[in-house]
């Protein structure tokens, strides 16, 4: 297994916590130079992968629907073609046999607007579409490769951070977490935002066999969050 994330320190503790086999490469994905230099690391150690599960970074809330071209330009950089161009490295270190069975699986973990426009989220909403539109793309342009590419859409995800966003809002409206947690959750059919443990499966099933037979595919992640069909 290979882990990639922009910060050392933390990729060397989770490093640490884990059993078996691994390597723990640094990359920025907003930065060329530095995608550059972990497709060359991969190169050099002669990685062969089987599998990636790509997270781009998402742009925050934002409510101005035409912001200007140098926000989109350092949007993109950081949440599109960087993380693109990561993932056309990963490709490169992939080498599937499909008539032998052995197929390679790209998961590529976008956000819930990807179905679904928010209107607090303006730039997010194109970014995340790019990304179904850039997984359908792949999809057909790989899939006689044996390489399959679906993209995973999150709705409301309890990380660390997101439950400290919450704590913070329950603190300055004078609720308990549970009660903070029951308000914002109150438009969702499952009335609960989803756990890592349970985004983890989900990916952990796309890379599996389970996905032999699924390409393409935008999965919504959300307890019954979208309207769309």
Known sequence: MVLVARDQAKLDALSSSLEGAHLSLSADMASDES??????????G???LDGLVLMPPQPHAANEP?????VWRSLFQTSFIGPLSLLKAAVSRMRPDPARGHRAKIVIISGISSAQVLSHYATANVIRTAW???????AFALGSQGIHV???SL??????WYRDK?????????HSFE????????NVPLKKYGEPTEVAAVVEGLLSSLSDHMTGLNILHDGGFTRAY
């Open 132 to 138: 179904v539109g850039e997984a359908k793309t792949l």
């Open 46 to 48: 002669q990685v062969v």
């Open 35 to 44: 995608v550059a230099a972990l497709a060359a690391k991969l190169e050099e």
């Open 155 to 160: 709705g409301g995800t309890l990380s660390p």
């Open 179 to 186: 009660a903070q947690l029951a308000i914002e959750t109150d």
């Open 66 to 70: 035409m912001p200007s071209p140098e």
């Open 150 to 152: 679906n993209t995973l």
């Open 166 to 174: 919450i704590e913070e809002r329950a603190q300055k409206a004078g």
